[in-house]
Each structure stands twice: as C-alpha cells, then as structure tokens.
C-alpha cells in the first residue's frame, strides 16, 4: 500500500458569519434546527399532503361500505359460488396465518416484497443490481428510490398480481377444453389477498424502514387509502352489478358532503361537552 506524503498545509478553522434577527441569539444547535434541508422540506411536506390524504381515506371508507351493502348484501351477490370461494380461502390462511405461521410463510412474504420493490423500480425507468431475499429480511440494490417504489410492497399485492396472471396463461392454454372453473380464481384471489392484507398489517406496526423515510402519517394514509381503492375495485370488477361509473359519483357526493358533515359532527361534539 502506498504512503501517503506529510503535507505542509494547516488546516484554518473557518471564520464564523455574522448573524443577524433571531438566530443572533440562538445557540449554534437551535440555528441549525431552524435552518430548513431538502429532506426535513421534503418530509413537512409529505406530513402536510398526508393530512390532505385523511379526508379521502374516510370518503373511501364510506364509500366501500354503501358499495358493499349495495352490491353484495343487498344484490344476494354474497351468496354466489366466487364470492364464497374467496371468502372461505380468505378464511382459511387467515387461520394458517395466526395458528401456523413459520419460516417459509415469511420467506415468500420477503420475496413478495422485495419483488415488488424491484418491479416498481423497474416501472419508474430505475436498475435493480442485486435482490437479496431470506426469512429474517431482504432488501434489493437500485439507482433510483421514490416514495412510490419504497411503499408498493403495502398496497401492491404481488401474489395476487401473479395469480391473474397465471391464471390469464392457463385459460388461454385450455381454451379450446373450455377453460377453468372460475371459482378456483377467486378462492386463489382470496387466499392471496389475506396474505397481503395480513402481513401488511402485521409488518407496519412493526419499524420499517420504508415508513419511517416517508413519514408515518404520509405512509399509513397513502397505505390505507390505496388498500380500500383496491378492494373496491375488486369487488366492482367480481360483482355483476357494480360499476366504476356508480362507484365515482358515490365517492364524489360523499367527498362533496364530508366537510359540512364534519362541521356539524364537531358542533354537535362540543354542544354535548360538559359546562
């Protein structure tokens, strides 16, 4: 190994500057706290866009629930073959899930994730140099990072994705027997949405990385609004008599009507305090 010369150069301590109005008589910590970076701006404002993001959280909540007694328990749709099918595979690993959870349930859940990173990356024009999966965690190399690309593996549910697709290849393989039951679809369309839905809950209440560089409030919003427009779709897509057009104009009045509800809610709240 090469030595390096001595240098004969000094080092000069820099000349402090002058300050001026209220950091004059802030300490040097509390100057810096106050002095705004591309990433604490960046992070106030995500914080402020996931305020934004609770008021469509609890539209869309809304408006999945009049979708579902509209469309499923009042249309008799939760008595057909598909809707049953899903539920009772969703039922099944939701039992696995909490009486038999073990190495290999996390491995696939691992590799969803990280492959969902990775497809993301892909998707926003980045490289993935190296995907590393195993039961105690993974993590994948890129050049590019977004809050899209860091938080897909919440609402993105990649085994579903991969279900519709494999499914998609074998009806086009047997097409000319016919095709497949379409039950097995939706119990397979089920079973792996639980397993979404499971782990994504049961990882976020723990520190994830990928959370706390976005923020919580910004995250969890995003998370959970994303979560509820995907259900809904799914249930607009499985139901014979919901539509996207009905689902919309649902949504709309409810957002229209949300903040005079509020109002009223928060007077009649403060009329019923004591004193």
């Not at 008589?25 to 509390?30: I, M, N, R, V, Y």
């Not at 810096?32 to 305020?51: C, D, N, Q, S, W």
């Not at 938080?151 to 579903?160: I, K, R, V």
């Not at 994705?161 to 494999?166: D, E, H, K, S």
Request: hydrophobic fraction near 50%.
């Amino acid at each position: 190994m090469a030595r390096k010369k001595p240098s004969n150069r000094k080092s000069r301590t820099p000349k402090p500057k002058p300050r001026h109005g209220l950091a004059a008589f802030l300490p040097d910590g509390a100057v810096h706290a106050l002095t705004p970076t591309p990433e604490t701006t960046v992070r106030h404002l995500k914080f402020v866009i996931g305020l934004l993001l609770l008021p469509l959280c609890w539209v869309s909540v809304e408006t999945f629930l009049i979708l579902f007694h509209a469309d499923t328990l009042a249309g008799d749709y939760w008595k057909s073959r598909e809707f049953l099918s899903f539920a009772i595979a969703g039922a099944i690993w939701l039992a696995l899930f909490y009486c038999a959870r073990c190495r290999p349930m996390m491995w696939l859940y691992v590799a969803g994730h990280e492959l969902t990173h990775a497809l993301f990356v892909l998707i926003c024009s980045g490289k993935v140099s190296k995907v590393h999966i195993s039961s105690e965690g993974g993590h994948i190399l890129t050049n590019r990072n977004n809050f899209l690309i860091s938080l897909s593996p919440y609402f993105f549910p990649f085994y579903t994705a991969v279900t519709i697709l494999v499914w998609a290849t074998l009806q086009w393989i047997f097409r000319e027997q016919g095709g497949l039951d379409i039950m097995w679809l939706y119990g397979a369309i089920g079973f792996t949405w639980m397993f979404h839905l499971t782990f994504t809950v049961w990882m976020i209440c723990r520190e994830q990385p990928d959370v706390e560089q976005n923020g919580r409030l910004f995250s969890f919003a995003l998370i959970f609004l994303m979560n509820v427009l995907l259900i809904c779709a799914m249930l607009i897509i499985a139901s014979p008599t919901a539509t996207f057009h009905g689902f919309g104009v649902s949504f709309w009045e409810n957002a229209k009507s949300f903040h005079h509800r509020l109002v009223e809610s928060a007077v009649e709240l403060i009329r019923a305090l004591p004193g």
